[in-house]
């Protein structure tokens, strides 16, 4: 008993580290990956390949001065960067990151919970950061802040039921909630006969994947889905009020939702941590499964760099007359073959 | 449902096309310069901070004859002339106010001794402002010489001419 709670203790301190780690690079590869996209090199300077840079850009943010503004309601206030940071990270307990493995005599699951309906949680958990937005907005008592709350809201409750909508397929086809499961049933050939694929659900649901993707960068507020930040209008949004480590508690909760994103992603389609040469090297999983994200997030980036801001009609006629008769539409076929 | 039809039609039709612009632009090469750790390589017959001649027997080239003040459109170079135990004439006193100056090389076209030259240096800045009038002391300094065209029309003409160096 006493070893489980050792090894699982250790766990977390390794998954919330790389995940904070994973952040900070992001921030990285985003500034990186743009930057070549507008033929400039992006940060160069602190360290080899301005590797240093995220290092830097956190001992400046820590550094820096504290501005509380008057009049605002405080308690809320403090708390909003902490309610938008939890969620994302909350979300890693569930993600399977590699294939089990056992170490000095000991077995590892290398996931920190097994829940048996681990999706589920998932979706519950990054719904509540929008919590931290709202009131983020609200408390600031700031009309910057106030406006970039009412459309993060708004479009967060239209795009959650097109995301929720967008894994039914899945869930439908793979029969169970649990995430270890999903990825055990996407080894193996494609559909019991196609050898030379493996059976990730993004051949199977393909329509349902575009969804999820399209749906999943609008919840975690990004462009160019970016309105409540939308820095060309309203200053900078939800956290126009907030300085030194609480904007960057919002900062490392986007990134944080963006990865935790990118892993469900990488778990319902593309099979999570399994690829090839599992059996000989086990590790492999985890490295593969670092790789889909990566794959993702450059996406995220990728998206970022080409297309321009939506604007506030087209986002909300796009989320609930195309997404969602979509989603019903894939739910129904869905069904309809699994029936069959 | 026309809705639904466009946003279709611009995922698989439209949205593939910017995907690949941005794409395309990302496996270009980068045009920033690094400026302060890489520096532009300037062309041969830039104009940049001014250097004054010797020759190859260490006297100074230039003789104070006013040619380079009397050329100078801006009027930023102020010399006083005296002569040496030989008995030839030199600049006692050059100065140039570079933030007068314009850096047209009028004074390096007009100098009939190849004395003054026009440098690839054009980094300035400086809080204080004396720093700015350049002396003898700043300008007698070795430096890479570089080959200008018409220098070396010049030398030329001084050689048909009978006018030597030394």
Known sequence: ??????????????????????????????????????????????????????????VKLIFKEEIIPDNIEKTTYLLAPAISFIPAILTFAVIPFGKDTSFFGFDIPMVLSDLNIGILFVFAVTSLGIYGIVLAGWSSTSKYSMMGAIRSSAQMISYEVGYGLSIIGVILIANTLSLRELIELQMGPLWGTITFLPNWYIFSQPLGFILFLTCAIAETNRSPFDMAEAESELVAGYHTEYSSMKFSMFFIGEYANMIAVSSVGATLFFGGWHGPFLESFPMLSVFYFVAKVIMFMFFYIWLRATFPRFRYDQLMNFGWKVLFPLALLNTMVTAYFVIL | MKDILRAIGNVFLKMPKGFFVTLRHFFKKPVTLDYPRKKKPMTPRYKGRHYLERYDDGTERCVCCGL?????????????????????????????????????????????EEAIFLGQEYEFSNSDLDSFIMTKDKMLVPHPRKENPFKKMFRRMRKAYGVLDK
């Open chain 1, 1 to 58: 008993m006493l070893e489980m709670i050792i090894i699982s203790s250790i766990k977390v301190i390794i998954v919330v580290i790389a995940v904070l780690t994973g952040c900070a690079y992001s921030t990285y590869m985003e500034r990186k990956v743009v930057g070549h996209m507008q033929h400039r090199i992006g940060p160069s300077y602190a360290g080899p390949f301005g590797l240093l840079q995220p290092l830097a850009d956190g």
């Open chain 2, 68 to 112: 380079c003040a009397a050329a100078c459109p801006s009027d930023c170079i102020y010399m006083e002339p005296a002569e040496n135990e030989k008995g030839e004439r030199y600049a006692k006193i050059y100065e140039i106010n570079q933030i007068r100056c314009i850096y047209c090389g009028f004074c390096e076209e007009a100098c009939p």
